[in-house]
């Protein structure tokens, strides 16, 4: 597995509380990813970043806010936990290459939202 | 917006059996179509994957489609075995380095 890991890996947490979930690479990739997993969705994206200080909308950014200060760390924080935010969430990162834009994934984790 | 459309959402073949699944996409200027497998409790991990210009790649059991003008791709899987089962995404990037995912397939390769 690509150097890529996930803190913390489970979660439980009340609805209002804010929550960050970090995502640490050792593979100095420019760009990472953080998406969530629910059942028949799929990965969606949540937001992404290509480059310090630099990062942008996906398709489900409503209630999450991103930082990125270092190449690698990528921080997603929940302002204000909710029980739809309940799901598996996975960061990723890449490289652009000739070949295509493969996506290495983190362990992933599991927040639960009470 | 960009959409991937993957079917079926659920496939049960019996081992030794051929596997298809098959995933359509909107966005004419995608050109890299990657395959994931994600085992249950793990990361998705990249399988295979195709470039526009190619119109077919295979790696042993698996090969992958293109088909540019319907906007339709597919993974083939041959001789199926138990550890094949696994849920498998498809995905279409257009150049750049987002990426957009199918739904997901659950196979289930019965021994």
């Known amino acids: 597995d690509a150097g890529i890991t996930q803190s913390p890996r489970h979660k439980v947490t009340e609805t209002g509380t804010p929550v960050t979930l970090r995502c640490h690479q050792t593979e100095n990739h420019r760009y990472m990813y953080w998406y969530r997993q629910d059942p028949g969705h799929g990965l969606r994206l949540i937001h992404y970043?290509?480059?310090?200080?630099?990062?942008d909308k996906g398709e489900v950014s409503d209630g999450y806010s991103v930082s990125r200060s270092k190449t690698e760390d990528f921080l997603l924080t929940l302002e204000s936990a909710t029980s739809s935010q309940t799901s598996v969430y996975f960061c990723a990162i890449s490289e652009t290459r000739a070949s295509g834009n493969e996506q290495f994934f983190g362990p992933g984790t599991r927040l639960t939202v009470l | 917006g960009e959409n991937v459309e993957q079917h079926p959402s659920t496939l049960s073949v019996q081992e030794g059996d051929s596997a298809v699944i098959k995933c359509t996409y909107s966005?004419?200027?995608?050109?890299?179509f990657p395959w994931y497998k994600q085992e249950l409790g793990k990361r998705p991990q990249l399988i295979i994957d195709?470039?526009?210009?190619?119109g077919e790649k295979k790696d042993q059991r698996i090969a992958v489609t293109l088909n540019k003008t319907a906007k339709h791709f597919s993974l083939h899987i041959t001789e199926t075995q138990p550890e094949d089962s696994a849920v498998y995404f498809c995905a279409a990037s257009a150049g750049g380095f987002k990426t957009i995912f199918g739904a997901g397939t659950r196979l289930f390769v019965k021994a």
């Open positions: 966005d004419s200027a995608s050109n890299y």
């Open positions: 195709i470039r526009s210009n190619v």
């Open positions: 970043s290509y480059g310090v200080k630099d990062t």
